[in-house]
Nanobody, 120 residues
Framework: QVQLVESGGGLVQAGGSLRLSCAAS????????MGWYRQAPGKQRELVAE???????NYVDSVKGRFTISRDNGKNTVYLQMNSLKPEDTAVYYC??????????????WGQGTQVTVSS
């Protein structure tokens, strides 16, 4: 079984920064896309940023220029550097990863979520 464990959330003032981390562990052969999603109260979960195995990235318009997604393939870890945070960034942030287990069975896993709260 593949598991994702997130860390790095918390409370920060508007304009501040946070760095989220998400480490994948278990019987992993290969990880393809990794991404960060968020869900604010009363809203649907939305994609924030994603990164392919080749390093290609994609961001939702509202975070472009402020957030940076990166990954360390040797550590099976994805990061989200969040700068110039705004109150509207407040949400539970979830990481997601898809790939192949060593058994060649595909997987698509979610982390447990980490709360990010930005005060005005």
């Amino acid at each position: 079984q593949v598991q994702l464990v997130e860390s790095g959330g918390g409370l920060v003032q508007a304009g501040g920064s946070l760095r989220l981390s998400c480490a994948a562990s278990g019987s992993i052969f290969k990880i393809n896309d990794m991404g960060w999603y968020r869900q604010a109260p009363g809203k649907q979960r939305e994609l924030v940023a994603e990164i392919g195995s080749d390093g290609s990235t994609n961001y939702v318009d509202s975070v472009k220029g402020r957030f940076t997604i990166s990954r360390d393939n040797g550590k099976n870890t994805v990061y989200l550097q969040m700068n110039s945070l705004k109150p509207e960034d407040t949400a539970v942030y979830y990481c997601n990863a898809g790939g192949l287990e060593r058994s060649w069975r595909p997987f698509d896993r979610w982390g447990q979520g980490t709360q990010v709260t930005v005060s005005s």
